[in-house]
């Protein structure tokens, strides 16, 4: 019987793994998983884990038991440190050397750090891991903190809320003129912005990290350009890097992510990728795409998984992300890269954050985004996936029925 190995414990391989099971698989399946725990969800970590409403159990993915049950062997605390993929083995850290036939590569992103003097201060953190978003937690649970977040995209923003949900005074340095403007625009971005600071939150924006200040090793500052903004609690939150380490250094072809075709098959015969690290080609628009979203590691780690097992599966999902900030609630589905030069509808009050947002090109709709607003998204993605021509009056309209349009 065939043995598949599943090398990173996220969402990616774990939805993977239940995949392969689900489609019939009665091979061997083993799950090399870095972290010391079994996959679990990250979005909560900026949320409600963050935030004290979630517990662990909110954010498993799967119960122990249901790694036995499905007799999938999983390997925590261990790392897979090279892949020979013409011999189709890999060695982990502790020396042992697996054989496969076929070998998902899943290993994820890390947080991207700000390279500037006294990054590595006391008191700087970033949250990727349940053990970030634990430390965070308990610092910001004092409540009287003079938080900064350097990067205002979605983690930054996130974490903002959560800070300031706990008292603490919270300052968000980013390099936009407006935050979130680069996947929004800048109506949509000002929108999270005023949101924020009807919050409290106050914005340094179009600023440069310079450097960090410290004394005996902690952060007391943050050094931009024209001025010293005083913190004991710094979060980073500058974007991910794809975790490539493994495949670039077996061959694999690489940029900016692990490069894999529309069946998630990269560069080399047998090696699968999926979630944060997999930069695949999508058929719908014609281009690579590498999305770091939840709905992206389920959707690669099914299609990876079908594809493992020889079906022609291909990935051809459209992007699908959500966030909750204080109490606004929001999903976005659609293709960023075409909704950057198209025209903004709004459907609804933008002012009462409760309405709709379309991106169209070319008289279709190539994005929306309900805020506030629920059990639209599958009439929205289906408005995208069907790319007929919309009325832009009627989009607009909430009178109109979606579905009719
Ligand atoms: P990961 O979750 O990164 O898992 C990869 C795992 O592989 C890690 O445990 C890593 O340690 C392990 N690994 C790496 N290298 C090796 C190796 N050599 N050997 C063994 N194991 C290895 N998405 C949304 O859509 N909405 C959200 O609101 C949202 N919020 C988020 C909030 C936070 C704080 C974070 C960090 C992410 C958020 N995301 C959100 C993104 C989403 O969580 C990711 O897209 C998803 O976790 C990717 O899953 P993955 O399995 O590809 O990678």
């Known amino acids: 019987r065939a043995t598949f190995v599943l090398v990173g414990g996220g969402l990616a391989a774990a939805t993977a793994a239940e995949t392969l099971r689900e489609q019939g698989f009665d091979g061997t399946i083993r799950m090399i998983a870095a972290e010391a725990h079994h996959p679990y969800l990250r979005p909560p970590l900026s949320k409600e884990y963050l935030t004290g409403a979630g517990d662990r159990a909110g954010i498993v993915i799967h119960p122990t038991e249901w790694y036995a049950d499905h007799a999938i062997e999983i390997e925590t605390g261990t790392t897979a440190a090279a892949l020979d993929h013409g011999a189709h083995t890999v060695t982990l850290a502790d020396g042992r050397i697996l054989g496969y036939d076929r070998l998902l590569m899943a290993t994820g992103a890390s947080p991207r750090r700000v390279d500037a003097p006294g990054?590595?201060?006391?008191?700087?953190h970033s949250l990727r891991t349940v053990e970030d978003s634990e430390g965070l937690k308990a610092a910001f649970a004092h409540g009287d903190r003079q938080v900064v977040i350097v990067g205002a995209g979605w983690i930054g923003l996130e974490v903002a809320a959560a800070a300031r949900g706990y008292g603490n005074r919270v300052t968000v340095i980013g390099r936009e003129q407006i935050p979130l403007a680069g996947p929004l625009g800048d109506e949509m971005g000002t929108m999270f912005r005023e949101l924020h600071e009807s919050h409290g939150v106050e914005f340094v924006l179009s600023a440069e990290v310079e450097r960090f200040t410290e004394q005996g090793g902690v952060v007391t500052g943050i050094a931009l350009t024209d001025r010293i903004v005083p913190t004991e609690l710094v979060v980073v939150g500058v974007g991910a890097i794809p975790n490539i380490q493994l495949a670039a250094a077996s061959g694999l072809e690489?940029?900016?992510?692990?490069?894999?075709?529309?069946?998630?098959?990269?560069?080399?015969?047998?090696?699968?990728?999926a979630g944060d690290v997999a930069n695949a080609f999508h058929p719908v628009i014609r281009q690579r795409m590498r999305n770091e979203h939840w709905a992206n590691a389920i959707g690669t780690g099914k299609i990876a998984a079908r594809s493992m097992l020889g079906q022609s599966a291909v990935f051809d999902e459209i992007?699908?992300?959500?966030?909750?900030?204080?109490?606004l609630g929001m999903e976005y589905s659609g293709y960023p890269t075409l909704a950057r030069d198209a025209e903004l509808v709004v459907r609804g009050d933008r002012t009462t954050r409760e309405f709709i947002a379309f991106w169209t090109s070319r008289g279709k709709v190539v994005a929306g985004m309900n805020v506030?607003?629920?059990d639209v998204h599958d009439t929205i993605r289906e408005l995208i996936r069907s790319q007929r021509l919309v009325d832009p009056t009627a989009l607009a309209d909430p009178s109109v029925e979606l579905s009719a349009l």
């Not at 990054?119 to 700087?124: K, L, N, P, V």
């Not at 529309?262 to 090696?271: K, T």
């Not at 992007?319 to 109490?327: A, G, L, S, V, W």
Request: hydrophobic share 35%.
């Open 319 to 327: 992007p699908y992300f959500y966030t909750d900030q204080y109490d």
């Open 254 to 273: 690489c940029d900016n992510g692990v490069l894999a075709d529309e069946h998630l098959l990269s560069s080399a015969p047998d090696v699968y990728v």
């Open 372 to 374: 506030n607003v629920w």
């Open 119 to 124: 990054a590595t201060a006391t008191g700087i």
